[in-house]
């Protein structure tokens, strides 16, 4: 009974310091709406779902559209770049060219000013002192002598603020032929948002990108966060 306890105490502990272990990720929320079937093997299906597949069948050739700002802006250009890649791992062709491209891309990113918040944090520090004695044998007699542990708990509470800046990418796929004619041409509609104290926008766009692509198109409605580990720095 005794080796079952500690076999059980054993596996809680090393699970403590696994999880403790972890590598960090970057955590993303990713909001996706679409009328795709998966891209690299679509499941049957009737209605409406049976023509997107079947308009599916072949490969589709996409354009990454942008504005005059963005066509100037290398950061614009990797992370064009970045998104094509995604694309094109899913069986899409990368089309430079408009006239010959099915989809129409659009890619936007943005930052906010970041927003304060404020909590109260604990503060540790030495709430008492326990005591042991140790038996020691002096001239014929015993005696014993005591030692003192430091005991740690709260003793106070600090007021702490810091700012969480919100980073988001957003994604749209249109049907370029259905936009051509004036008609609904929105195919995928995605928004991937991390909430951080970094501000840096340009390093977060990627992992953001990422995030929308595991997997693409997705659930279509609902909400979910993904976790993508980080490399550890390289000294």
Known sequence: MLRRWTGLLMG???AV?????AAPSFVATVSVRHQL???KSAPVASGTAAAVQAAMAKPKAFVIESNASQAQSLAYSQFES?????LMQQGLIWQKDPQKADWLVRLDYQIDDGKNKSYQQPIWGTVGYSVSYQRVI???SVVFIPRYYPETGIVGSQMVSETIFTREVFIDIL????LDKGEFAK????RARNRSQNDELDAAVPYLIRSLFLPFPGPSGVSREVRIPLQ???P
Do not use: I, T
């Open 82 to 86: 970045e998104l094509a890649g995604h």
């Open 37 to 39: 079937p998966p891209l």
């Open 232 to 234: 550890p720095a390289q």
């Open 187 to 190: 195919l995928y509609e995605g």
């Open 175 to 178: 049907d370029k032929r259905n």
């Open 17 to 21: 310091f696994l999880a403790g272990c």
């Open 138 to 140: 002096s001239g014929g």
């Open 12 to 14: 809680l502990l090393l």
